[in-house]
T-cell receptor, first 109, second 116 residues
Framework: LAKTTQPISMDSYEGQEVNITCSHNNIATNDYITWYQQFPSQGPRFIIQGYKTKVTNEVASLFIPADRKSSTLSLPRVSLSDTAVYYCLVDSNAGKSTFGDGTTLTVKP | KAGVTQTPRYLIKTRGQQVTLSCSPISGHRSVSWYQQTPGQGLQFLFEYFSETQRNKGNFPGRFSGRQFSNSRSEMNVSTLELGDSALYLC???????????????FGPGTRLTVL
């Protein structure tokens, strides 16, 4: 399974754009890149998934360069409610996902 | 569409006892996975069930077991509880987790197990 590296924590202010980068140098051909968000005492929630290039949905964008060795989750105009832990996953089998330590994002007023 | 449900939400047991946790996946989902989350170890994969068969297994001792029923509902059991088993146990379901495509997982709220 590809190992991921992401910052342990990040701080931001309301209204700013937040970019969280994840490194996954050993990504395999059939691996997808998936990001989850988790609030305290809740299960993780799917944010976005991509294979290559750029993916955008109603809550975030995911940028993946051509070599796929890294990816960046972009959260536009964050609010206090976006304070959470964000996990970057790289695997081909959703049923046995490997969660790393995640990035704790703190949004300040 | 109802989400993943887990029962009970909270549980207190003593060392040496056993416990059974239940998970009902989203209707139509055939894959059910279990995870253990602790402050020290983070989110760790326990096992995955698909069509009543254990398809994947994490690195946990044999005290941790599970099963899946024909309606895709799943249970996990922990025997001879230890203090270190205190954790949030999360269940997740997906349409299918393999077969050349990737399906997102939908997590339940978890069961908070405390072992005294």
């Amino acid at each position: 399974l590809a190992k991921t590296t992401q910052p342990i924590s990040m701080d931001s202010y309301e209204g700013q754009e937040v970019n969280i980068t994840c490194s996954h140098n050993n990504i395999a051909t059939n691996d997808y890149i998936t990001w989850y968000q988790q609030f305290p005492s809740q299960g993780p929630r799917f944010i976005i998934q991509g294979y290559k290039t750029k993916v955008t949905n109603e809550v975030a964008s995911l940028f993946i360069p051509a070599d796929r060795k890294s990816s960046t989750l972009s959260l536009p105009r964050v609010s206090l409610s976006d304070t959470a832990v964000y996990y970057c996953l790289v695997d081909s089998n959703a049923g046995k996902s490997t969660f790393g330590d995640g990035t704790t994002l703190t949004v300040k007023p | 569409k109802a989400g993943v449900t887990q029962t009970p939400r909270y549980l207190i047991k003593t060392r040496g006892q056993q416990v059974t946790l239940s998970c009902s996946p989203i209707s139509g989902h055939r894959s059910v996975s279990w995870y253990q989350q602790t402050p020290g170890q983070g989110l760790q994969f326990l096992f995955e069930y698909f069509s009543e068969t254990q398809r994947n297994k994490g690195n946990f001792p044999g005290r941790f077991s599970g099963r899946q029923f024909s309606n895709s509902r799943s249970e996990m059991n922990v025997s001879t509880l230890e203090l270190g088993d205190s954790a949030l146990y999360l269940c997740a379901s997906s349409l299918d987790s393999s077969g050349g495509s990737y399906n997102e997982q939908f997590f339940g709220p978890g069961t908070r197990l405390t072992v005294l």
